[in-house]
């Protein structure tokens, strides 16, 4: 029998197949959606910031929320189907220990390959009214990451949330895997890291 | 079977066994599941092919979700009675004839930026700018804007062979046209690169006798280029000297970055005064693309020659304070130029060929 705290495990294929599907809304979005509505992570050194920013910045995270979602829809699904005894105990355990760290990687992974190419030429392509401003930057790449990583973790809880609230009606039990307490933190977290580095590049950049 | 063979052997058995069990699904399972393998090959290639997408490009595009109001079109410039909308307008390149600002002004003016941008930072990082201006004109539409930089001093004075050559040759542009090139080749090669340039040839010497035929400095220049400089122009007699000169001498010289630069402008200037036909005098792209010995233009985003030639075409921009800006024209403050410190030895001005 396994004493302490249960072991937090990655899933390759979950962790894959988000991180690039994250890339992909990205760039269909970037596709899609006016610039004004939209910024890339190399368009915040750009002469010509997104003049909205903070709907600017809800669209770039319309990607990994999106993925979330989808990811949690298919998970629910997938665990509905297993012939186990305790399906809710084997998707609560699942979800904790593997899907929402992989997720949240996910997240952070694909802002970070967003963000690569800049990073590494930034003393070529910066903005040179901001390139002195290089440490700083990197900070707020890393909360903007941060903020990806949380955004698509809300995306996945979301979906469990309100399956769980469609059937509990059905079900008619009480126990919940993602509580609205869950959620609404997870929710602060993003609000929180994007708002702080939403706020600073607005300031910095003006 | 001797050491090299077995370990060459064990690193083949090694390598066939791993991709193997990529593949091979024996009583084991594979290191890696095929699924997997299938993710990681399906999602690049999805991604990618996103990529292939081209982006549509618009002309006379109105701004969108632009209130009425405040679109540039003005209805009710037309005749009473009528509505006039501008229409989107797609910009198709003539087929087979595409490049890449083809009717495209919004795309031009991007390539204008990056570049500005990538010479203002390489100018900045030498050390040979005492001031940058962003000038945004938003009278247009889309708006434009251009860098205006001011060379520094002392790196006007270390670049401007006046002992060497007729002064009456010497002209700005080929200075700043020497301030760029070195500028590009500090940024390429930083002062470790140098240092192991150096390391390497004085070891080569001790080897076999005389230094390899490599490029050294901050202006990264090949002795044997100096001495075909040299041989090519004996009616300068300073620069003709440097033809008899000793290899530890050039490198002297190579290594000062002061010496450095007043050598480019000297390759500058044989090069504006060798223009023929298919050469148009002072062109800069021709003579950056020589002193580097490329021989084919590309159209790069990011590329040599225009690079350096938008750093020299921005150093002789009229600085902002020199004119009368119209009032939609924002000139902010000066961009902050930091001090850099001086990786080479050079002195800051002077020149020891003189």
């Known amino acids: ?206 | 079977m001797s050491a090299v063979r077995r370990t060459g052997a064990w690193i083949w058995r090694l390598a066939r066994s791993s991709v193997a069990g990529l593949w091979v699904s024996g009583p084991e399972p594979p290191l890696v599941s095929p699924r997997l393998v299938g993710a990681l090959v399906v999602w690049p290639l999805l991604l990618f092919a996103f990529f292939v997408l081209p982006e549509v490009r618009y002309l006379n595009a109105p701004p969108l979700f632009a209130a009425a109001g405040q679109s540039p079109v003005k209805a009710e410039q037309a005749a009473a009675g009528q509505q006039v909308r501008q229409l989107a307008v797609l910009a198709v390149p003539m087929e087979g004839q595409a490049t890449q600002d083809d009717g495209d002004p919004a795309q031009s003016d991007y390539r204008i930026q990056i570049r500005n941008r990538v010479g203002t930072n390489i100018l900045a990082a030498a050390g040979y700018l005492s001031a940058a201006y962003y000038v945004l004109d938003q009278a247009g539409n889309p708006p434009s804007s251009y860098y205006a930089l001011r060379p520094d001093g002392k790196a006007v004075d270390c670049a401007s062979p006046y002992k060497l050559v007729p002064e009456d040759l010497v002209t700005d542009h080929a200075v700043n046209a020497a301030l760029a090139i070195v500028a590009v080749e500090k940024f390429n090669r930083n002062a470790v690169h140098r240092l192991a340039e150096i390391t390497y040839a004085k070891l080569f010497r001790a080897a076999f006798g005389k230094f390899p035929d490599l490029s050294f400095g901050p202006a990264q220049i090949r002795l044997s280029l100096v001495r075909k400089m040299a041989a090519e122009r004996p009616e300068w007699k300073k620069v003709a000297a440097w033809a008899s000169m000793s290899d530890d001498r050039l490198l002297d010289m190579l290594r000062d970055e002061c010496d450095a630069l007043k050598i480019v402008t000297v390759f500058v200037l044989q090069h504006f005064a060798r223009a023929d036909e298919s050469n148009v005098v002072g062109d800069i792209q021709t003579v950056a693309a020589a002193y580097v010995g490329q021989r084919r233009r590309t159209s790069a985003l990011i590329d040599y020659a225009p690079i350096v030639e938008t750093m020299v075409g921005m150093m002789e921009m009229p600085a902002p304070d020199a004119q009368s800006p119209p009032p939609d024209k924002q000139v902010p403050p000066p961009l902050v130029v930091p001090e850099p410190p001086r990786s080479d030895s050079a002195p800051a001005g002077g020149s020891p060929a003189q």
């Open chain 1, 1 to 206: 029998m396994r004493i302490g705290r249960p072991r937090t495990t990655m899933d390759p294929m979950l962790w894959v197949s988000t991180t690039f599907a994250v890339l992909v809304g990205s760039r269909l979005l970037s596709l899609v959606i006016p610039s004004e509505y939209y910024f890339t992570f190399q368009s915040l050194f750009s002469d010509r910031p997104s003049q909205k920013m903070v709907l600017a910045v809800l669209g770039k995270m319309l990607a990994p929320f999106l993925v979330g979602l989808v990811a949690g829809y298919l998970l629910d699904r997938v665990t509905r189907q297993i012939d186990s005894i305790d399906r809710h105990a084997t998707l609560a355990r699942r979800l904790r220990q593997r899907w929402s760290p992989t997720v949240f990687l996910s997240g952070f992974f694909a802002a970070f390959i967003s963000a690569w190419p800049m990073i590494v030429y930034w003393d070529l392509l910066a903005n040179p009214e901001s390139a002195h401003l290089k440490a700083l930057f990197f900070v707020l790449y890393l909360v903007y990451m941060l903020a990806f990583g949380y955004v698509a973790l809300l995306g996945l809880l979301t979906t469990i949330f309100i399956s769980e609230q469609m059937r509990a009606d059905t079900d008619g039990k009480d126990r919940k895997i993602v509580s609205a307490g869950e959620l609404s933190r997870v929710g602060a977290l993003w609000l929180l890291h994007s708002g702080i580095a939403s706020v600073v590049l607005d300031a910095i950049t003006k």
